[in-house]
Each structure stands twice: as C-alpha cells, then as structure tokens.
T-cell receptor, first 111, second 121 residues
Framework: GDSVTQMEGPVTLSEEACLTI???????????LFWYVQYPGEGLQLLLK?????DKGSNKGFEATYRKETTSFHLEKGSVQVSDSAVYFC??????????FGSGTRLLVRP | GAVVSQHPSWVICKSGTSVKIECRSL??????MFWYRQFPKQSLMLMAT?????????EQGVEKDKFLINHASLTLSTLTVTSAHPEDSSFYIC?????????????????FGPGTRLTVL
C-alpha cells in the first residue's frame, strides 16, 4: 500500500549546520506532500507543504521540493538553530484526504 | 491559523474504567475530524475519521466498540476509550478539517490539537 519512508533519527547537529532529512513516498498519482513539526510536549504543526510536482514548500528557513522523478520530498535548512530541535514528520495525503505519516525523525541541535 | 483544543491534556485512570477525550475546533467549523494514536517515539497512526452527524469510519484493526467516537456538532468530537486497559496507554491526537471535497483534490489542511496523554494503571 501507499507509504512514507523517512530517515531514522536521531539527527544531532551543531548550531548553524546544514540539515537534510530524507523522505520518499509510494503512491499512485501525485499526492499532496507535507512536513509537520512536533515540539516537545506539543501537538503537530504544519511546517510546509507542496501540492504538485516541482512545487517547493518553504517556511521558517526550511524548504522541501516535490520531486516526482525520485518520489521524494526531502526537508532542508541551511543553518539550524537550537530552537529547531523537535521531531519532524513527513506525510502524504491519500485520495480520501487521510494523512499517512512517516515514522518521524528527531532532530537535536546543540549550541 | 485555526485552533484546535483537546481536553484533558492528560489523564490517569484505573483499568476497566472509561475515559472521554474532547476535541474542539475553536474558531472554525470542522466538517471532518480525525483521531490518531501515537506510541512513544513512533509515528501517528490514524484510528478513525468522523464527519459531523454521521458514524465514524474506523481504520482496519481499530475496535469501534472500544474506541467510541461521536461528532455531534461542527466544533466538537469526542473519543471514549471504554473499559481501558494498560495497553491503551498512549498519546491521542485529534485533527480537524473543513474538507471541501469536490474536484479540488489539491489540499485540505488538517489542524492538530495538542494531544491527550492517557495512562491506564
């Protein structure tokens, strides 16, 4: 069935380092794709989204490009901050508007 | 952005009792609400989808008689864990959406509540 696969964490980086969290999906057609962020003790927040091939979602310095050739939606940020420490979930929406989540990647940014 | 609240934020109960969790959309009308379960350090698993005024649709493997869902209004859905057992201990998260359906398949955003941590002793 349709699924989302993202890299396992935890990912530990120093402040101002570059971040890439890989995400790939399987699906028929071109589903909408999302990145959500979950800060400690909080619910999920939408970070960015892309609804069609070649779209680039961006927010708070994070970016992800919808690549249909590689069925990927990797999350990137050029310079991470301590406040970016959280769990990041890649997700896709199926034809019933249900979200299918990846397993989540924990990011820890050290000062 | 749209705000979704959950109550309570955490609850501890004895095995065999029932627990009700509320999910409210505070500043918009939610035609559809989703209930998820999240185990420690794992992803969210969709339990059921509820539409206002109709029966919930449960995902495969989710017991509908154990996890009772009611979506009585456009701003409120409740999840009742009946006869709770320790294995039901988890983080339960709801989301709310104003699904428009139709021919626009691009996107219908879900707004997530902060979650409810259930511990069954």
């Amino acid at each position: 069935g349709d699924s989302v696969t993202q890299m396992e964490g935890p990912v530990t980086l120093s402040e101002e380092a570059c971040l890439t969290i890989n995400c790939t999906y399987t699906a028929t057609g071109y589903p909408s794709l999302f990145w959500y962020v979950q800060y400690p003790g909080e619910g999920l927040q939408l970070l960015l989204k892309a609804t069609k091939a070649d779209d680039k979602g961006s927010n708070k310095g994070f970016e992800a490009t919808y690549r249909k050739e590689t069925t990927s939606f990797h999350l990137e940020k050029g310079s991470v901050q301590v406040s970016d420490s959280a769990v990041y979930f890649c997700a896709r929406m199926d034809s019933s508007y249900k979200l299918i989540f990846g397993s989540g990647t924990r990011l820890l940014v050290r000062p | 952005g749209a705000v979704v609240s959950q109550h309570p934020s955490w609850v501890i109960c004895k095995s065999g009792t029932s627990v009700k969790i509320e999910c409210r959309s505070l500043d918009f009308q939610a035609t559809t609400m989703f209930w998820y379960r999240q185990f420690p350090k794992q992803s969210l698993m969709l339990m059921a989808t509820s539409n206002e005024g109709s029966k919930a649709t449960y995902e495969q493997g989710v017991e509908k008689d154990k996890f009772l869902i009611n979506h009585a209004s456009l701003t409120l859905s409740t999840l009742t864990v009946t006869s709770a057992h320790p294995e039901d201990s988890s983080f339960y998260i709801c989301s709310a959406s104003t699904l428009t359906g139709g021919t626009d398949l691009a996107y219908n955003e879900q707004f997530f509540g902060p979650g409810t941590r259930l511990t069954v002793l």
